[in-house]
């Protein structure tokens, strides 16, 4: 590969290259294009990710308000309640755990305070989701402001190429 002057309009044209031919403008316009090409894609990426976020807090929402629907029938703190609350943990214990909550205290009989402290956890849970979606569009923001920019470089690059093709052809 060498570098050599083409013409005057394509300075330093890189030959043996896709740039072979180009002008400066033009090939950092391509540049630009490309590199702005990427940051759609991360952009693209991160909605992906945010959208996954979004799927499990209402899918830990979802259980949450079932969990909570059939615990709460059981309000006292008397064994057949204790039993009651412990077989509608274990009922739940597989989902619970595909949605990736620990289960490991799930095993015995639960009092009402242990088992608003499960539903906190859930809910928490739930927020974190909501939480870290929120830190994500920050950077989804900055992607798409950087995507916006190379594009809108890349822009600028043509017309400054077309405006030196316009100087030259008037000469």
Same mark, same amino acid.
């Given at each position: ?23 400066? /403008? ?28 979004? @799927?499990? &807090? ?14 709460? $029938?059981?309000?006292?703190?008397? @064994?057949?309640? $204790? ?52 830190? /994500?569009?920050?950077?989804?923001? @900055? ?25 030259? &052809?008037?000469?």
């Amino acid at each position: 590969m060498s570098v050599g002057a083409i013409s005057t309009s394509n300075v330093n044209a890189i030959k043996g290259t896709e740039f072979e031919g180009m002008s400066i /403008q033009m090939m950092a316009a391509m540049v630009m294009i490309e590199v702005g090409a990427t940051k759609k894609k991360e952009a693209e990426n991160k909605i992906a990710e945010m959208k996954g976020q979004n @799927d499990r &807090a209402k899918a830990l929402n979802s259980f949450l308000d079932k969990l909570n629907g059939e615990l709460g $029938k059981y309000t006292k703190d008397e @064994d057949k309640d $204790k039993a009651g609350r412990l077989a509608v943990l274990t009922t739940h214990m597989q989902e619970a755990k595909n949605l990736g909550i620990d289960v490991s205290n799930w095993t015995s009989s639960k009092s009402s305070d242990q088992v608003r402290a499960i539903s906190s956890t859930i809910q928490h849970m739930a927020e974190n989701c909501n939480s870290d979606n929120q830190t /994500q569009m920050v950077k989804l923001q @900055d992607f798409m402001g950087q995507y916006n920019s190379f594009v809108s470089g890349a822009s600028d690059q043509i017309k400054n190429a077309n405006q030196i093709l316009q100087g030259l &052809a008037k000469n």
